[in-house]
């Protein structure tokens, strides 16, 4: 049976009509694959700038960071230097608290007696324990004969201290100058026998001179002496001064009431007879 | 607190070293005059550390030394002696019947503080 001629046609024309859209539907395709690579394209680049921005901004936080850190590394440098400055300054003030704390005992044991053996002990525990010396002596002036006269020793017996006469030798010396004296070598010691001391203090008050103190030796441990040796030395040579002067004045007053109180208690008896 | 027991004849000595004692924190300083006074305050009182003299009356550092480390109460308290006899014999002969440390006077105020709270772990 043979188709009829008008289908034929109609066929035809739908098959063109179809295939027409089969094109237009290839065309809308690749037209949406363009659009799609567009957009892509127009989506990178409004990324890009966002991203630089970013990147230029942690640039910028990066650098102000840095800058914090050289900041702070060289605060920590500072506090370090403070710190070793203050560390300094720590050993400084305990040395400088020790020589006030040797310095007060030794002026508080000074004035704590009116017995003139007991200040003469107590100089002589300042020199060994304090100072740090072996042989030594202490010598008084005698304000009549002007004799500097031995009155104790440490380390030699008393009377192997020879006397001395005020600006003869070299403790007669110290006791007229009132200057104390230091030998440059102190480690070979001095001559007791020719009353050569190798430092010797005079005890003054104010300018006047009572005596001396003089030390031959130190102890073996003891190589030189120290800034607060020196304060000590000073504090020696007016301290034990007064220490030394007001026992004895206190001695003698002692004495003379002593003696006092006696030619009372015989006149006061003499009418019972 | 630490105890510290200060044996020392000469009050000089004895002052100065209880004044630098004192700069321990909450360090209580005992004081003797000698060894048998030392003694007589270890069995009365609780001893942390003894400070003791050589050259002393009535009982000396090193006898006290002897004594404290051969006494099952005390023996194991350090003792420190601080003496004038500076010779290396002096300090070995200290060192032998069991003194902990050894100070040669006149002493170092600073050494003496760190010996001690060594010694005592403050």
Excluded at chain 2, 21 to 45: C, F
Excluded at chain 2, 92 to 98: F, P, Q
Aim: proline fraction near 4%.
């Amino acid at each position: 049976m043979e188709a009829e001629p008008g289908i034929t046609k109609k066929v035809d024309e739908f098959l063109e009509i179809f295939k027409k859209g089969e094109e237009f539907t290839k065309e809308l395709l690749r037209e949406n694959e363009k659009l799609r690579f567009r957009i892509a394209q127009l989506e990178g680049a409004v990324q890009k700038p966002a991203d630089e921005e970013k990147i230029r901004l942690y640039e910028e936080r990066i650098r102000s960071l840095q800058e914090e850190i050289n900041a702070v590394t060289e605060r920590y440098r500072k506090v370090e230097e403070e710190n070793k400055d203050f560390a300094s300054k720590y050993v400084e003030v305990e040395e400088i608290n020790n020589a006030l704390a040797n310095l007060y005992v030794a002026s508080y044991q000074l004035h704590s007696t009116l017995d003139f053996d007991e200040v003469l002990r107590i100089i002589i525990e300042i020199v060994i324990n304090l100072i740090g010396a072996e042989i030594f002596a202490i010598l008084l002036i005698d304000e009549k004969t002007n004799d500097i006269v031995p009155v104790t020793a440490e380390g030699i017996p008393l009377e192997s201290v020879p006397k001395a006469r005020i600006g003869e030798g070299l403790i007669g010396s110290v006791a007229r100058e009132g200057e104390s004296y230091f030998a440059a070598e102190i480690s070979r010691g001095g001559d007791v026998a020719k009353g050569e001391p190798i430092v010797c203090i005079p005890l003054k008050i104010k300018e006047h001179v009572i005596g001396t103190i003089a030390i031959f030796s130190l102890l073996t441990q003891k190589e030189g002496f120290t800034n607060v040796d020196y304060e000590l030395f000073n504090l020696l040579a007016g301290h034990a001064a007064t220490a030394i002067f007001s026992a004895r004045l206190y001695t003698q007053s002692e004495r003379k009431l002593t003696t006092i109180q006696s030619f009372l208690e015989l006149l006061k008896e003499k009418p019972k007879r | 607190m630490p105890s510290i027991l200060v044996v020392e004849d000469s009050p000089t000595m004895r002052q100065l070293i209880s004044f630098a004692m004192k700069r321990i924190p909450n360090a209580k300083v005992i004081e003797a005059t000698d060894g048998v006074d030392a003694l007589k305050k270890l069995s009365s009182e609780k001893v942390d550390l003894i400070l003791a003299d050589i050259n002393m009356p009535v009982m000396d550092g090193l006898k006290l030394v002897s004594l404290v480390k051969n006494n099952q109460s005390y023996k194991d308290i350090p003792v420190i002696i601080i003496t004038t006899e500076g010779a290396r014999e002096d300090r070995e002969r200290a060192l032998a019947i069991g003194a902990n440390a050894y100070l040669a006077k006149p002493i170092q105020t600073q050494e003496l503080i760190k010996l001690v709270t060594s010694l005592i772990s403050v």
